[in-house]
């Protein structure tokens, strides 16, 4: 069982940055594959970004590519979202997720276990 609580969200301009944090309870957070997903109102729930369980193999959507890192520290439970050059396009809904897997998912309905959002809000 694995908890997961997101900081960070906020109201930003465009060309701003933001960083959102993701903390971890629970039990081997460190064997966990965790990953980054937005949702906009109406849209769908989409791939941002993830991160392997050791911290060595990322993938991003080709949206934040380039703009957007993940990162882990599994000493102290934690990955992150450094969102750089923030758009209009990226106001939604800020959601990490765990999956114990060998691969990196990017399937949202394949992730265990989530965190409740943290919103962010980009302004013109």
């Known amino acids: 069982q694995v908890q997961l609580v997101e900081s960070g969200g906020g109201l930003v301009q465009a060309g701003g940055s933001l960083r959102l944090s993701c903390a971890a309870s629970?039990?081997?957070?460190?064997?966990?594959?965790m990953g980054w997903f937005r949702q906009a109102p109406g849209k769908e729930r989409d791939f941002v970004a993830a991160?392997?369980?050791?911290?060595?193999?990322?993938t991003y959507a080709d949206s934040v590519k380039g703009r957007f890192t993940i990162s882990r520290d599994n000493s102290k439970n934690t990955v992150s979202l450094q969102m750089n050059l923030l758009k209009l396009e990226d106001t939604a809904v800020y959601y990490c997720?765990?999956?114990?897997?060998?691969?990196?998912?990017?399937?949202?309905?394949?992730?265990?276990?989530w965190g409740q959002g943290t919103q962010v809000t980009v302004s013109s």
């Open positions: 629970g039990r081997a957070f460190s064997s966990y594959n």
């Open positions: 997720a765990a999956k114990r897997s060998v691969a990196i998912i990017t399937r949202s309905r394949e992730y265990d276990y």
């Open positions: 991160i392997s369980w050791t911290g060595g193999r990322t």
